[in-house]
């Protein structure tokens, strides 16, 4: 009998992304664990938001076209480490809290609508989710951390995952094909609209 992921991740996903709503989803730093290469590799796992932003993405950019699969994670890893570099200095952005439930939101429908951007709006979107996760990251580290070696676990586990999100989509899509596709999507956009109700 053949294994229908299809079916598995409808009879999963959707309940998996309704607990994890129960629990906290943005990503704190414990200052109990110190704020060294560690903590920065451990820190991408914490909060839900960026674990699931990552494999989403990395869900998504196996449906695109040539460069454009390994161009576009690769920018949004990088944005990470702009990101985290911009809010250890201290730079603000409205409504962050907001702006990570909406990217998480954003990058499930992308798989959803099974969309297949230009490079261009692709990058920019890409670039500025990245980038509201990095500076998100790089507000709760305080002055006194070590921050090299922080950004370093970081930007190698951000890294871990988007590899990890990219290889699920590729058999999600082999095992699957489309459906499975949108259906991976659409728990983890179903998790983000979760985040944004928990927050107006």
Do not use: Y
Not at 164 to 169: I, W
Request: glycine share 14%.
């Amino acid at each position: 009998m053949r294994f229908n992921i299809g079916f598995h991740l409808r009879r999963w996903l959707l309940p998996v992304s309704a607990a994890l709503l129960a629990s906290p989803a943005f990503a704190h730093v414990d200052a109990s664990h110190g704020f060294g290469f560690g903590a920065g590799l451990a820190h991408s796992m914490v909060g839900a938001d960026h674990l699931l932003v990552l494999l989403a993405t990395g869900i998504w950019v196996v449906q695109q076209q040539g460069r454009m699969r390994w161009l576009l994670p690769a920018l949004f890893v990088l944005n990470i480490g702009f990101g985290t570099i911009a809010g250890q200095s201290g730079l603000a952005f409205p409504a962050l809290e907001m702006g990570l439930a909406v990217s998480v939101s954003i990058t499930g429908l992308l798989s959803v609508f099974l969309l297949r951007l230009p490079f261009l709006p692709a990058a920019l979107l890409l670039s500025l989710c990245g980038a509201l996760h990095g500076i998100a990251h790089g507000l709760e580290i305080p002055a006194t951390a070590q921050f090299p070696a922080f950004a370093a676990g970081l930007f190698l586990s951000s890294t871990a995952l988007m590899l990890a999100g990219v290889a699920l989509g590729g058999r999600i899509r082999k095992l699957a094909g489309r459906h499975g596709l949108r259906t991976a999507g659409a728990g983890v956009a179903v998790f983000g609209a979760g985040l944004l109700l928990n927050l107006i």
